[in-house]
């Protein structure tokens, strides 16, 4: 149950109560068939969809506990000295942001296999390359280009998974104390470049590689005019139509996994639409 939703609907204590008991006659029923199957609940979270504040249910409960543990999640205690209520912290996966920062990504999911490898990982990783050659081979070995040659103005992703990628960025980018970076763009870079290495240091820079049309940061995280975003792709066409970009390059990774920018002069680097490289390292 949302909240909000509740709040919204104006639904007080009493017309909760009333809500949970006309639905118990159903739970009781569905609680029983389940009951000698499940002899006991190892661990059971409720958590809100609104926030993901949530409390923890240890072992086999009552009906009677779960009803309380969903009261006490749609109306936490708070305590006035601390200014917090007492529910789990909200879901979420936390990890190093932009210049080594905690970063609480509120809608990741904390249960998925990348979460759970991420934090088993514990700041881990392989010294070598762990890949060969064949691992990156492709069905399709045909020319990129030929793909690419017609501008195709698209969007790969649904409206669901867009929000979230933004609000990712979002996490990523606010707060961030921006470091300093030589704002002059690269030889041959396209229309729209920077002003030059005279030119005051960009509040952040970001360089969207394998892009197109649509680069999905929050605009709000990009204060005009400092902000420097620099798109990469494989069609000039598809690049000009971004309209978050600062600076386009056309370039095929694929024949030469090299860029014309110096270590150091993005603030971040995102990939999204995840194309089939041959040399990702």
């Known amino acids: ?26 739970v009781a029923r569905g609680f029983a068939d389940l009951a000698p199957l499940v002899p006991e609940v190892p ?14 249910l240890v072992g086999a409960a009552s009906i009677e506990q779960y009803a309380a543990v969903l009261r006490r999640v749609l109306a936490p205690a708070r305590s006035a000295a601390a200014g917090v209520h ?4 909200p879901r979420g996966v936390a990890l190093a942001g ?9 809608g ?14 514990r700041g881990f990783y392989e010294r070598a390359w762990p890949y060969a050659p064949a691992d990156f081979a492709r069905a399709d070995e045909s020319d990129d280009a030929d ?13 669901p998974a867009r929000d979230a990628l933004t609000a990712a960025y979002r996490c990523l980018l606010s707060g961030f104390a921006h470091a300093h970076h030589n704002s002059a763009p690269p030889s041959g870079a396209g229309a729209g470049a920077g002003a030059g290495a005279g030119a005051a240091a960009p509040a952040v820079a ?14 709000d995280a ?15 066409a598809e690049l000009d139509a971004n309209q978050q970009a600062t600076e386009r390059l056309v370039c095929d990774l694929n024949r030469r996994p090299v860029l014309p920018f110096a270590d150091g002069s993005f603030d971040l680097v995102t990939n999204v639409s995840r194309p089939a490289r041959r040399r990702p390292r």
């Open 43 to 56: 661990c059971l979270v409720l958590r809100t969809a609104d926030v993901g504040d949530g409390a923890l």
């Open 206 to 219: 970001v360089l969207d590689t394998c892009s197109s049309w649509l680069s999905h940061l929050p605009d």
């Open 86 to 89: 007492d529910l789990l912290q």
């Open 108 to 121: 990741a999911d904390h249960a998925h296999p990348v979460s759970l490898l991420h934090r088993g990982r």
């Open 98 to 106: 932009l210049d080594g920062m905690r970063v609480q990504l509120t």
């Open 147 to 159: 793909m690419y040659a017609a501008p195709r103005l698209v969007a790969h992703l649904d409206a």
């Open 222 to 236: 990009l204060p005009p005019p400092a902000s420097r975003v620099v798109v990469q792709g494989l069609n000039q």
């Open 1 to 26: 149950m949302r909240r909000a939703g509740l709040a919204a609907g104006g639904l007080a204590d009493a017309a909760l109560d009333a809500a949970l008991d006309a639905a118990a006659p159903r």
